[in-house]
């Protein structure tokens, strides 16, 4: 018998949505995961073993074949381009990476040189530089709806899903500069090597 | 009257760390942060403005002039050279970042590339390519210890303060690559037209 076939999620929500889209598709046996969250959990009846990972590590454990498949948001896809096969877009992780600036003050597009505080420093650049703002930007980790209260950035750009956040903080949307849903992302060596499993559950996926 | 001088500090263990040492050199009229951590945090009696910020995001924020001075980790600032001054070490944050491996797997040493994940690629490129091996990075933004157990690497850098994480998790301590602890970092701008009142702040820190 085979080794299982490895599959990285992002722990927390996606990987919620990802294994009862699984599961709605006949893939895994089960349709959640266990409220304690280990972080290897194995589905022995289908020869499946799910690794349960920070969202920003996916990439990197499917691009080294710690993983076989995974699941990720194209943002991050968009913004790190790792080194994998992107077959199947999904149905759910629905957001969209969006300008977003204090209420009222709009004055930040006339200036020569706009501060733009972010996670994603590549797409934001691309996306300014084409429209011919000067920027700096501005890479923080942390919470950036806070950045332009504490006087770091004029602008934010940051995922949205709701919009609940930015209201929150006393922000309005400008524009999305992405839009973006979960992706099935493959190893490129598990594409060659473990064709036919992986092929079997992109047309069960893709079926209905 | 001046606008305060505002201080970053990171959430969590070092801003308790830091707002007691400041208080027990006068320079604070509180020794602890009121439990519900809001961002900003005032201290009118002394002319100081605190902000909570990610660790990660301290660097950015005095680098940028969102505050003049920060408190941050030799580990985070040797890794990420903050256009920062750096005038103070202080007596807290003491840790190392430290290679380890699998208990009893001591045979990395003799591969022809050992793959070694980490949040520093940096410090962690310099250590091995100055002493000779062949390595491939694997960055990393979550649970670091729990890299070989996947299989996505063979060794760890990672920082380890007590070492019960590595225990924990099976790991052997090699050895130290860097050893740390907290540092004051000043503005470059605020060094200049806040001097006075920085100076003054840096000799009462280091008068005992």
Same mark, same amino acid.
């Given at each position: 018998m085979d080794k299982p076939l490895r599959i990285a999620l992002p722990k927390g929500r996606m990987s919620d949505d990802s294994v009862e889209y699984f599961h709605r598709h006949a893939i895994? $046996? &089960?349709s959640k995961f266990a %409220?304690?969250? *280990? /972080?290897i959990i194995a589905d022995k009846e289908k020869g499946l073993e799910f690794l349960l990972i920070r969202s920003k590590d996916v990439g990197a454990y499917v691009e080294q074949g710690a993983a076989d498949i995974g699941v990720l948001g194209h943002d991050v896809l968009a913004e790190h +381009? &790792? *080194? %994998? /096969? =992107?077959p199947v877009a999904l149905p759910f992780g629905a957001c969209r990476l969006s300008i977003a600036y204090p209420n !009222? +003050? =709009?004055d930040w597009q006339n200036k020569r040189n706009i501060r733009v505080a972010t996670k994603y420093p590549k797409l934001t650049s691309r996306y300014f530089f084409e429209r011919g703002f000067n920027i700096t930007i501005v890479e /923080?980790? !942390? $919470? #950036? *709806? #806070?950045a332009p209260l504490t006087g770091i950035s004029d602008v934010i750009v940051d995922l949205v899903s709701t919009g609940n956040t930015l209201k929150a903080n006393g922000l309005s949307e400008e524009e999305s500069i992405l839009d973006s849903t979960a992706r099935l992302i493959v190893n490129p060596v598990s594409w060659v090597f473990r064709r036919a499993e992986i092929s079997k559950m992109i047309d069960t996926l893709t079926a209905f």
């Open positions: 895994t $046996s &089960f %409220v304690d969250r *280990e /972080l +381009k &790792f *080194e %994998v /096969l =992107t !009222g +003050k =709009t /923080l980790y !942390g $919470s #950036i *709806e #806070i």
